[in-house]
Structure formats: C-alpha cells, structure tokens
C-alpha cells in the first residue's frame, strides 16, 4: 500500500471526525516518505496535546510504518479559528 496525502486526510477525518486537514508530502521529490499535517478535530477538545498526537499516530498506525518522517499540528476548531484570523 502506497501512502499518499489524500489516504491520510480520508483516515483522520473518518476515524476521528477532522473538519480540516492539510497534508504536505515534505520529502524529497514528493517519494511519500515524510509529511506534514496539520489537523482540526472538535475530539481533541479538553485533551492535551500529547493525547491529541497519540491519537493521530493510533489512527494512522499502519501508514506510520512506511513514513520516514511525519510532523504533526492538531488543534481543536476554536485554536484553529484563532490561527486564521491571526
């Protein structure tokens, strides 16, 4: 299975309900071996920022295998909202 950017949105707005997802494929040559996602879940509500990454990482746990190196930003609605208008 070949991960892609479009695999990993489908999964983190499926298994934990993400309303915004950006994926950047940050490896060379676009090869899929290190991304960058920034995720917005209203189920990171409440959780620390540890929980929300575990998270992730359980969610994408078989894609996990075949990347290299993988960066992650989660934020509940409310944060990212406050990002934007920033």
Do not use: Y
């Amino acid at each position: 299975m070949s991960v892609t950017p479009d695999l990993i949105r489908e999964k983190l707005t499926a298994e934990i309900g993400a309303i915004h997802v950006d994926v950047e494929d940050t490896s060379p040559n676009r090869c899929a071996a290190s991304f960058k996602v920034l995720v917005v879940s209203p189920q990171f509500e409440g959780k620390p920022l540890l929980q929300r990454h575990r998270m992730v990482n359980n969610c994408l746990a078989e894609e996990l295998k075949e990347i290299h190196a993988f960066e992650q930003k989660t934020l509940t609605p409310e944060q990212w909202e406050k990002q934007k208008a920033q």
